[in-house]
């Protein structure tokens, strides 16, 4: 007498692994906008922060100088840009009138421009991080002479 016995069938079937594959490409597709926009983020983020620190640098400035405003060039040279990724360069003025500020590491070079040159009682500064603006800020004369 022979025993039969049932064939097991081991692995996956063609079905089965067409289904995974298609989850896994709806995954990838509604995760990598996400991952995307990281960088812009990111970009957006080191501007706001270059802003505050010159905003934090005129105000200690000002402190020092017992109510006296520095100016512009003081400003920014006392400034730790020594963060900043490199690439990033700030623009003085709406239009960029006032020339733009070179950022090589800690080193910060002004080229042209004052306090209040644009807008009569604000300096406006444009943060370009990579390749687009990513933030505006002003800094009022009350804090930075000409």
Do not use: W, Y
């Amino acid at each position: 007498m022979r025993i039969q016995g049932k064939n097991k069938q081991q692995g996956f079937t063609l079905i089965e692994l067409v289904v995974v594959i298609v989850i896994l490409g709806i995954l990838a597709a509604t995760a990598v906008p996400r991952f995307a926009n990281l960088t812009d983020n990111a970009n957006t983020a080191v501007a706001s922060g270059v802003l505050g620190s010159i905003t934090s640098s005129a105000a200690i400035q000002l402190g020092a100088n017992q109510g006296n405003a520095a100016s512009l060039n003081t400003i920014l040279t006392e400034t730790d840009f020594s963060s900043v990724p490199a690439g990033t360069t700030i623009t003085l003025g709406a239009n960029g009138s006032g020339g733009p500020v070179d950022i090589s590491g800690s080193v910060v070079t002004l080229n042209g421009g004052t306090c209040g040159n644009v807008s009569g009682n604000t300096t406006t500064f444009s943060v370009q991080v990579g390749t687009s603006t990513a933030a505006t800020g002003t800094l009022s004369n009350s804090l930075c002479s000409g």
